[in-house]
């Protein structure tokens, strides 16, 4: 009998079908992964099994039993247990502290806490000081803290929903291991992941989620990748570009796409596209955030930054931006001087921004997409202070066609677009500034699906062709070592490492960004 | 990807449905609140003994019941109307200015200056005209204040405009106070605290001089255009798409290259133009000279209009009739059916608490 039986499961949210009579099952003992790409019903399935939200229609039965949670409350109770993509720990508490939290039964002390999570550690090798501060550990590690509180109770069924997202080529090899320990031991691992590779080292089966309905379920002894592939993103992907292949995580069938380096970048009299000096930039507690950082980006050239999220790239995006201003150094774009710039003097000055976050930076999502395509530029359709809407609209519909922005029109909000046409947008606005000598691209292409994935970067490499210098800040490794000519890692502010693509390596970069120095 | 998976996902990211049936809500619930709330008025003027039916007629008598009285309405209405279209003008840039009063207080201080130091020699309409232009100004600059600090050093603007109003008040009891500012020479019949009265020149021509009976000044059509101007200015021009992006995300807007400092200094600048403009209109209009409270509530009833009307000028202009009918009758109320205008000024409150609680059970998110 399965341990968890999903039948005909429905959930809509108003007219959006999110999940379309779902059914798959998951044994003990199996790491069962449910593969999608973004937007394709993972989370909500998740959250159906949890308790967050109610199925419209179908069944959940676990272990034989009908089961359908009032809330995460009763999951729990009944031995489900969730590891969400992002952390509810409390910063400033202790390892014991943090698991001690919601579960103040009558019999609960620390010594308790402490003396399983020694029995977890000698079990399942989580070790971990339960002294220590949460805020004092790496990602990793806190994401281990989430599962050894998961362990606490026994559970039965552990859901991990795109753990691996925050992870570094490592800590991603010790989840894996543990999530094998784990169904060694009986239990049951339902893994949520749109990257392929994963899959093929952990999973016993897979569930292959598109828009809200199981494509297939398979057994993963012996499965064709390629079938999977297609199976998630819908075509068929006889020969993926790098990019898609580094996107979904499995190796490119193909001879490597050879990089051109435009010969613009070789040489030498030509002004760097972007030029950075000595920057440093100590945040409002003092903390050194950028640690004299010294980088120079060519026209023609596409630089990316490597790294764990949280070690200056944020930073660092809204310091070009202009949206940070107390940073000491000098930066130039073009040769051109932007120290104390304003963000509308940087954006004369020819540097195009896609902003790390989209919601906050990139997009007005309330305005229309016309508004936020020409925001900055509403003077070219302005008389006398009056906008002409018809020849901006118009212009609007040529620059989505252009850029493939997928809405209904170009009064829709923002809000109305998929993520991956949220970027496509901002990239038209960057991308068509004029003029134009260098792009800062952060994390492009984060919670985008694969299509939009390989669009974004297409135009990169086509602009960066076309002779635009172009810094790719990305926390996914894979995409910027198919992408990049040159990587540079940064580790808490400082970059401590460079390579060009002749010899970039996974392993070599990964140790780089957890604070190894280049050797 | 096909097209059409991205036709399916972007059609049901987009509900435009729910504020659809929102709008027809948005006339009901303020006509139900308005007329709910007069009959809870009148019900506590039957509770406390008083009489209804005499109640009633006295207000109706002070709203409407004479072409003066209307006049007096609908000149109440002006300023009522100035202030609530300053406040939608900043709200657009999601600044809320609670300064009307201050801004009042100053424009009308400075009209007054300008109107006895100067301005009544003037030719044709520069007599008042300029006095009027003065007195926005003025009100202008005190609301840039809060903008500059908004925007120079992020001062809350609800703090900085409600402070400035603080001070406003008191600078207007003093210009009156002092003989060698605008108080007017202690004579034989009145050494009360106030200006002398303003040159007839700069007076705000009525705009029914024959009838005679009606105060009823060209203010009315003054304000007509700024609400027109309000109106065409947020809606068409790119100002105010620009003050709208701004007021939705201030870091998106200056990344896009918009100079959202100066769009705030703006925005408070004319939202503080319009109470002014509002001020100066109350004393040339039809007080004719300056006392110490003369602002006496308008702008903070003002600033209740332009909450009310959720940011639209025509709501401004309803806003304003009602409130403006609502002073006036309720002034008459307590002068000849003594009963006290607190009873309107209850009603006043429960329309506000019923509108805004609605708005809040309207934009709630319904839970999936």
Redesign the interface.
């Known amino acids: 009998m399965a341990l968890l039986e999903l039948s005909g499961l429905t959930k809509r949210f108003g007219s959006f079908t999110a999940l379309d009579n779902v059914s798959l099952t998951v044994e003990s003992g199996e790491v069962h992964c449910l593969l999608g790409e973004n937007g394709a019903g993972k989370s909500t399935l998740c959250n159906l099994i949890f308790g967050v939200h109610k199925p419209d229609a179908g069944v959940i039965s676990l272990a034989g039993e009908t089961f359908h949670p009032a809330g995460p409350a009763e999951a729990l109770q009944k031995g489900i247990v969730m590891v969400h993509q992002h952390f509810s720990l409390v910063p400033n508490m202790t390892v014991a502290e943090n698991l001690m939290l919601g579960r103040s039964g009558p019999k609960l002390e620390p010594r308790i806490v402490i003396d399983r999570m020694a029995e977890l550690a000698a079990e399942y090798d989580l070790r971990i000081d339960p002294h220590v501060r949460i805020e004092d550990l790496s990602v990793g590690e806190r994401q281990r803290v989430e599962i050894i509180k998961c362990l606490l109770g026994d559970p039965r069924l552990l859901v991990l929903d795109e753990p691996t997202a925050v992870l570094q080529p490592d800590e991603i090899d010790a989840l894996l291991a543990i999530c094998r320990q784990l169904v060694d031991r009986g239990k049951a691992v339902l893994l949520v992941t749109h990257k392929l590779g994963e899959i093929k080292r952990i999973a016993d089966r897979t569930t292959v989620l598109r828009q809200g309905k199981v494509v297939e379920t398979v057994k993963m002894e012996g499965a064709d990748m390629q079938s999977l592939v297609r199976s998630m993103v819908g075509r068929d992907v006889r020969s993926p570009g790098s990019v898609l292949a580094a996107t979904i995580g499995i190796e490119n069938q193909n001879e490597a796409d050879s990089k051109v380096v435009s010969m613009l970048s070789q040489d030498r009299t030509v002004e760097p596209a972007l030029q950075l000096s000595h920057l440093t930039y100590n945040d409002l507690d003092g903390v050194t955030r950028i640690d004299d950082i010294n980088l120079k980006v060519m026209p023609g050239e596409i630089v990316g930054i490597a790294g764990v999220e949280g070690n200056g790239q944020t930073e660092l995006g809204l310091i070009l931006a202009g949206l940070l201003q107390q940073a000491s150094g000098s930066i130039s774009a073009g040769g051109k001087n932007l120290d104390g710039c304003s963000p509308e003097e940087i954006t004369a000055a020819g540097v195009g921004i896609v902003p790390e976050d989209r919601h906050a930076v990139a997009c007005i999502k309330e305005m229309s997409v016309e508004e936020n395509l020409f925001l900055g530029s509403i003077s070219q359709f302005t008389k006398f202070g009056f906008v002409n809407r018809p020849a901006m609209r118009l212009a609007a519909r040529e620059l989505m066609r252009e850029f493939d922005v997928r809405a209904s029109g170009p009064e829709i909000p923002m809000s109305g677009l998929s993520g991956g046409n949220q970027q496509k947008a901002v990239l038209a606005r960057e991308l068509t500034l004029d003029p134009l000598i260098f792009l800062l691209a952060a994390q492009p292409t984060r919670g985008l699906d694969v299509g939009a994935i390989e669009a974004v970067y297409s135009r990169i490499r086509a602009a960066s062709e076309s002779g635009l210098g172009v810094l790719l800040i990305s926390s996914e490794l894979e995409e910027l070592i198919a992408v990049s000519d040159r990587i540079a890692v940064i580790y808490r502010g400082k970059l401590v490492g460079e390579l060009s693509s002749d010899s970039f390596s996974r392993e070599s970069i990964g140790a780089m960004m957890s604070g190894h120095e280049h050797v | 990807?096909?097209?059409s998976?991205?036709?399916?996902?972007?059609?049901?990211?987009?509900?435009?449905d729910g504020l659809k049936g929102a709008i027809p809500l948005q006339v009901v619930v303020p006509v139900v609140a308005t007329i709910g709330a007069l009959l809870i008025g009148l019900l506590i003027i039957a509770i406390t003994g008083g009489s209804v039916s005499e109640a009633v007629e006295a207000f109706w008598d002070g709203m409407a019941g004479s072409s003066f009285n209307i006049g007096s309405s609908l000149n109440r209405a002006i300023s009522l109307g100035l202030v609530g279209l300053g406040f939608i003008f900043a709200n657009r840039a999601n600044l809320t200015n609670v300064g009307g009063e201050g801004q009042i207080a100053i424009g009308g201080m400075f009209a007054t200056a300008m109107a006895l130091h100067g301005a009544g020699s003037l030719p044709f309409g520069l007599a008042f005209i300029v006095p009027l232009f003065v007195g926005a100004l003025a009100g202008g600059c005190w609301g840039a204040l809060a903008g500059v600090l908004k925007a120079k050093r992020n001062t809350n603007e609800v703090i900085s405009t409600l402070l400035l109003s603080f001070i406003a008040l008191p600078l207007v009891y003093w210009s009156v106070e002092s003989f060698h500012l605008l108080r007017k020479p202690i004579s034989d019949v009145s050494s009360l605290p106030e200006s002398p009265e303003i040159p007839d020149a700069t007076k705000l021509p009525l705009l029914f001089p024959a009838d005679g009976s009606s105060p009823l000044h060209i203010g009315l059509p003054l304000a007509i255009v700024a609400v027109i101007v309000v109106w065409f200015?947020l809606r068409?021009?790119?100002?105010g798409?620009?003050l709208?992006?701004v007021g939705?995300?201030e870091?998106?807007?200056?990344?896009?290259?918009?100079?959202a400092s100066w769009l705030i200094i703006l925005a408070m600048g004319v939202s503080g133009a319009l109470g002014g403009l509002g001020g100066a209109i109350m004393i040339l209009g039809q007080q004719y000279y300056l006392t110490s409270d003369f602002s006496s509530g308008y702008g903070f009833d003002g600033l209740v209009v332009g909450l009310l009307s959720r940011g639209s000028a025509v709501g401004v202009v309803i806003g304003a009739l009602l409130f403006g009918f609502l002073r006036s009758g309720s002034i008459n109320m307590e002068i000849t059916a003594h009963i006290p205008s607190a009873v309107v000024l209850i009603c006043q409150g429960l329309i506000v608490i019923a509108i805004a609680g609605s708005a809040i059970l309207m934009n709630r998110k319904p839970n999936?």
């Open positions: 990807m096909s097209k998976e991205f036709a399916v996902k972007s059609s049901s990211l987009s509900w435009p200015v068409h021009t790119a100002l798409l620009k709208r992006a939705l995300n870091m998106a807007s200056r990344r896009a290259g918009l100079r999936s």
